[in-house]
């Protein structure tokens, strides 16, 4: 078990497979600590995703077992991500999905980058 109470590390997900070169990307950004690619289901008409290139299931694991190094070299490169998008003077949204609850899909841990348009409420109401 992962250290948040997800399952266990799957190293066959969709971002473990683009990380090794299985399945292709429209790369923006790729460094030592990080890779960002565009959304194949854009929500914005700027949505990319920044993952670390380390085995981390969440946000839980990534805080507990990253480095230093890798914990910097990640946001460094969400930061920069945005920057180079042209985002900073319009503004973005950051949103990061974990387990059921959160909606996660892919169980590695991954940052959303939104922008380009004015992106709405933080959290939707619940359905009725
Ligand atoms: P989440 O719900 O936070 O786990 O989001 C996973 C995101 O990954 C979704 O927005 C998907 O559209 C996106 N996604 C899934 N497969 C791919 C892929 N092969 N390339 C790019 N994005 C993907």
Same mark, same amino acid.
């Given at each position: 078990m992962s250290i948040s109470g997800l399952p266990p590390y799957d190293p066959q997900n969709v971002f473990a497979r683009i990380l $090794? @070169?299985?399945?292709p990307c429209r790369r923006v950004h790729e460094d030592a !600590? +990080?890779?960002a690619f565009h959304d194949i289901n854009p929500q914005a008409p700027v949505h990319v995703l920044v993952i670390p290139k380390g085995a981390y299931v969440s946000n +839980? /694991? !990534? #805080? +507990? @077992?990253?480095?230093d190094a890798e914990i910097a070299g990640f946001w460094r #490169? =969400? @930061?920069k =991500? +945005? $920057? /180079?998008? @042209?985002l900073e003077a319009g503004g973005y949204r950051i949103l990061s999905n974990m387990g059921a609850d959160g909606g996660q899909e892919v169980p590695h841990f991954h940052v959303h980058i939104f922008g380009g348009r004015r992106i709405g409420r933080m959290v939707p109401r619940p359905e009725a």
């Open positions: $090794r @070169g299985e399945i !600590f +990080a890779l +839980a /694991d !990534f #805080a +507990a @077992g990253a480095t #490169a =969400v @930061g =991500v +945005a $920057r /180079d998008l @042209g």
